[in-house]
């Protein structure tokens, strides 16, 4: 409402007007002041002479002008003081009672005349002069110039309380990631608009408090309108309104803004790629204590124990790079291991609440999820504008046959989340808009990634160079532009990186039971075939025995794409190769493939054989210990990528029967991928024995629990018994990777020695060895190696023909307790030999 030199208060009205209302039929300005205020009566006064001063020393320069108070309920005469000055060009506006910053502004920006709209703090902590800085900037072509304190250039006089700085600048930070990005001052109170642009944005706005200045920012930005940063002074002026609640408010009202902004297929596709996790781990998913995924073989075991193991050390203030508690006593390097410490450590709380179960079954089901969904906002951001172009890309990035293979049991080559994290930074590197600040982000998500998986890294950075190093042939114009910031930048995020992980990587490769290298598995590269071929858990096409035949356990299917997928991408690629882009990607799959083959590349069904391109790499630091088949995991995101790009373009075409026809092509390559959901059956009891605390009276402090046969990677329930029993007692053997002999060269398991071998060959043959007085005394030198309190057989195939052997061994034939067969190896304490009746 206005004022119009009436001697008593103005005439309510509307509370909202409608944009441009007050401007209809009345005079065009060429300024409109707006000052929100609420119980500003002291601050007001000097601040309304400083604005009429400026503004009418010049009015033939700057032209015919108004100030608009907006009162937010004020009831300390802020009002009055305006109605009192009696100046045509001084007007009023009040709301019924106080709603915020964001309702006045809203009130007064709705009655502006003005073609330029200046919005101001009442306590005018910038200057008014500066107003000249800001009209030149919006002068130039922009809809809006803001004044800011945050950029080069800004002069700060009289500075905020040090706690109000920092809530101020951590706003900023936050605005900046989820709002506004770019902008770096939102909340100083002087912003010059475009006057019919400055009313429907805030005729658009819905929020009420200090977060109106985000919003209205937004609206334009969204609408594709320039929003110029000024430097500017500004003084701190004491008498703010802002308490301390408001901050809360704020950050309530920015999230609102985000929220509303967000498309609908931008929530929906994480939450479905939520349910296809669920759906993928459905049989352990709702009960994962009481089920086991049998194709992860022991890893399901292997890794609950290291979440389990992580906590117990973070609980009890131990080093989380080692314990003893496996392997004893010579203990397991856990940074050696992949203990997933950027998880299991932050997770620490809910593991020693719910179980390390739980927190495995949390971390592969929402991990996965997680990826696809960075993944998908990798495609959006950079690659794709249609969002199913980009929801079936991250998928196939995400759920591709090697991932599913990995998912039974490797978090580590599942939750990936980070890699396109670590993508986006070094793409912003290329760009070289702000190096320093994208080269310390890089270089912190490249630590934590060490934290959640080092061999992931690799293969990821392997991958980039490959894209880099095609696209550079390509497009020699952008490697000349991008390669020194990225490289800068690369330099800094080392430097950043190294600090922060230097001691546990140091840890891992010269630490205590740190190793060398270690030997994998013969069949660890991919056949050809193996590329073509469809994975076991293809929900239609999958072929177990075919699968089994080409890799060599069920989760190291570390191909199978399937020939319609790789027949899709060979179409891709030459509808599309003139474009650098779709080139480089199928370069880069094409090369994971290549190098997944191995040191030899046999070509099928001949028997010709020949240098594989793995040669090149298999001896080299870092790469002596990757598994070669995992390099064409490399091909998924690639594929996905590839994807996204084709489906983006089909979705554009114009002839339906074109358009039609790719998609169904693209359907019926990736019908075949879709994965079943895993295996689940019930988990084996853990026996009364240790799950009642029976073991207590037979283990004292320092000795182990010995496990007949040892557990190692062929049998690790002991390392079940283990967690449920609160890791109370240690166990000699394990399944982890360790050093054998002086040469530290790496093994699967525990260094081995005559009674773990002894007992393993028992298990697998059913045999019983002739034992003498000095295979006794090797027995007895072991047992005292591992300071052993009790031997327990639990019922097993073969467990009549080891419960003989560790009677001839130790003497007696144990004692039944508990569902296992207990010697309790304390002197005068041992049970007295009684006769074994053998089948």
């Known amino acids: 409402m206005s004022h119009e030199r009436e001697p008593t208060a103005p005439p309510a009205r509307p509370e909202t007007p409608e944009p441009g209302e007050a401007s209809r039929g009345t005079e065009v300005l060429d300024l409109s002041v707006v000052i929100p205020a609420y119980n500003e009566r002291h601050r007001l006064a000097p601040t309304l002479d400083a604005l009429t001063d400026y503004l009418a020393a010049d009015e033939p320069r700057r032209g015919s002008w108004e100030i608009v108070v907006a009162d937010d309920g004020s009831t300390d005469g802020t009002g009055e003081l305006v109605t009192a000055r009696e100046d045509d060009r001084l007007r009023l506006v009040t709301g019924d009672r106080n709603r915020g910053k964001g309702h006045a502004l809203r009130l007064g920006v709705a009655v502006t005349r003005g073609r330029r709209v200046l919005v101001t703090d009442a306590d005018l902590a910038t200057p008014i002069e500066e107003l000249e800085h800001l009209d030149k900037a919006l002068g130039e072509g922009g809809c809006a110039a803001i004044g800011s304190r945050a950029v080069p250039g800004a002069t700060i006089g009289a500075r905020q309380h040090r706690l109000r700085e920092l809530l101020g600048r951590a706003g900023n930070v936050l605005v900046r990631r989820t709002a506004l990005p770019g902008v770096h001052d939102t909340q100083c109170g002087f912003k010059l608009f475009d006057g019919d642009r400055a009313r429907e944005a805030y005729a658009a706005s819905r929020v009420n408090g200090w977060g109106i200045d985000v919003e209205v920012l937004r609206h334009l930005r969204r609408a594709g309108l320039s929003v110029a940063e000024v430097p500017v002074r500004w003084s701190h002026r004491p008498g703010s309104k802002i308490a301390p609640l408001d901050y809360a408010r704020t950050l309530t009202e920015i999230a609102r803004i985000a929220a509303r902004s967000l498309r609908p297929a931008d929530v929906l596709a994480p939450f479905l790629f939520l349910l296809m996790s669920v759906a993928l781990y459905s049989g352990r998913f709702f009960a994962p204590e009481q089920r086991y995924l049998p194709d992860s073989l022991r890893d399901q075991n292997q890794w609950e124990w290291f979440f389990a193991v992580t906590a117990d050390n973070v609980a009890h203030l131990r080093n989380p790079l080692f314990t003893d508690l496996q392997g004893f006593p010579d203990g397991v390097n856990l940074m050696a291991n992949t203990v997933m410490l950027g998880l299991s450590v932050p997770l620490a709380p809910l593991t020693l609440a719910a179980g390390p179960a739980v927190t495995l079954s949390l971390v592969m089901t929402l991990g996965l999820a997680a990826t696809a969904a960075t993944w998908y906002w990798l495609f959006v951001k950079y690659l794709v504008r249609s969002r199913i172009a980009a929801f079936l890309g991250a998928s196939l990035a995400a759920f591709a046959p090697p991932m599913i293979s990995h998912a039974h049991a490797h978090p580590n080559f599942v939750v990936l989340f980070m890699i396109p994290l670590i993508i986006d930074r070094a793409l912003r590197l290329c760009a070289g808009t702000r190096v320093v600040r994208d080269g310390v982000v890089l270089g912190l998500m490249a630590a934590y990634q060490v934290f959640l998986g080092e061999e992931p890294l690799l293969l990821a950075a392997l991958g980039m160079l490959l894209f880099a190093a095609a696209y550079a042939v390509l497009r020699p114009d952008a490697a000349r532009d991008a390669w020194r910031p990225l490289l800068r930048g690369v330099l800094i995020g080392a ?26 598995n013969p069949r660890s590269f991919n056949s050809p075939l193996a590329l073509l071929s469809f994975a076991e858990r293809s929900w239609l096409a999958g072929d177990a025995g075919t699968a089994k035949a080409l890799a060599f356990n069920t989760t190291e299917q570390n191909a199978f794409y399937g020939w319609p997928l790789v027949l899709l991408a060979l179409v891709i690629t030459v509808r599309l190769w003139k474009r650098p882009l779709v080139a480089a990607l199928a370069c880069t799959a094409v090369a994971g493939a290549f190098l997944s083959l191995g040191r030899e590349f046999r070509i ?35 594929l996905g990528m590839l994807l996204a790009v084709a489906v983006d373009g089909l979705l554009a075409v114009r002839p339906p029967v074109t358009r039609y026809a790719g998609l169904l092509g693209v359907a019926l390559a990736l019908l075949p991928l879709i994965p079943a959901p895993l295996r689940a059956v019930d988990r084996a009891e853990v026996p009364a024995f240790i799950a009642d605390g029976t073991w207590t009276s037979y283990v004292r402090e320092g000795e182990s629990l010995v496990p007949v046969p040892l557990p190692d990677p062929s049998d690790a329930e002991a390392l079940h018994w283990q967690t449920e029993a609160g890791l109370g007692f240690r166990l000699p053997g394990g399944y982890f990777n360790g050093p054998y002999g002086d040469e530290r060269a790496g093994i699967y398991g525990a260094e081995p020695r005559f009674t773990s071998n002894l007992l393993r060959d028992v298990r697998n043959t059913g045999e019983i060895p002739p034992v003498n007085d000095s295979w006794r005394e090797q027995t007895r030198v072991d047992l005292a190696y591992w300071r052993a309190g009790v031997l327990v057989l639990a019922p097993q195939p073969n467990d009549w023909a080891l419960r003989a052997t560790v009677a001839k061994l130790v003497g007696g034939s144990g004692k039944w307790v508990g569902g296992v067969w207990v010697w309790d190896l304390h002197e005068g304490t041992r049970p007295r030999a009684t006769p074994i009746t053998l089948p």
Do not use: N
């Open 495 to 520: 430097a950043v990186c190294l600090p922060l992980v230097v001691h546990p990587l140091v840890w891992q490769f010269a630490g205590p039971r740190s190793y060398t290298d270690i030997e994998h």
């Open 604 to 638: 099928p069904l001949t028997g010709v054989v020949l240098p594989g391109p793995w040669e090149l790499l298999a001896d080299k630091p870092l790469f002596e210990a990757v598994i070669e088949s995992r390099v064409a995991m490399i091909c998924a995101p690639a």
